[in-house]
């Protein structure tokens, strides 16, 4: 990636970031309950049998609601985990059994995951469905995350039609900096629409 487009994507990632810590917890809830509420009615999400979700932090849009009821649905839940090597640092979607698992997770890089072993992760083609988060989205599905590059790198085969992004509705812009190695959301859902690829 050039030094300016790492520049261009830096200062939207604190813009953005910069107008979602000036929101309420309470505006948070409302608005993730809302957006929860459109999930549900997605024909993705009914039809999907395994769904991954990220474990939220802070002021993100909140996922423990939508876990909850996709565990009473009956869905496989899985959320992504960091495994650390030597070698590299790569996501890793691990499989929960119940809604209290969330409490056992611990925070690594700043994100609550559950710990992985051989029993619980689970194949990337065996998940039907996969929300990310992102620091801003664009009406063309690109995303801006928080500079790690594990989702960008996790997702690049995956096909852009299982992946939803979550964001408020002020996340969203017209056009983001993106690179070559940049790829799509399929929709992303936010309090007020979902918008479709383009």
Do not use: H
Not at 4 to 15: A, G, I, S, T
Not at 48 to 60: D, I, N, P, W
Not at 64 to 77: A, H, L, M, N, P
Not at 147 to 169: H, M, Q, S
């Amino acid at each position: 990636m050039s030094d300016c487009l790492e520049l261009e994507k830096r200062k939207v990632r604190c813009e953005f970031l910069a107008l979602r810590d000036n929101m309420t917890s309470i505006l948070s809830e409302s608005y993730s309950a809302v957006i929860v509420d459109k999930i549900k009615k997605l024909c993705e999400y009914k039809k999907a049998k395994t769904v991954m979700f990220y474990l939220s932090c802070g002021l993100e849009v909140i996922t423990d609601f939508i876990i909850r009821f996709s565990f009473d649905e009956g869905k496989t839940v899985v959320v992504p985990a960091v495994e650390n090597s030597e070698k590299s640092k790569t996501l890793v979607p691990v499989k929960i059994l119940e809604f209290g698992d969330i409490c056992k997770c611990k925070l690594v890089y700043g994100v609550k995951q559950p710990e992985i072993n051989k029993e619980n992760i689970v194949e990337k083609n065996d998940i039907d469905l996969v929300f990310v988060p992102g620091v801003a989205f664009d009406t063309s599905g690109y995303r801006i995350g928080y500079g790690k590059g594990f989702y960008d790198r996790w997702l690049k085969d995956v096909l852009v039609g299982k992946i939803v992004g979550l964001a408020y509705d002020f996340q969203i812009t017209s056009k983001l900096p993106i690179g070559e190695y940049d790829l799509p959301v399929g929709m992303v859902v936010t309090e007020k629409r979902i918008i479709y690829k383009n």
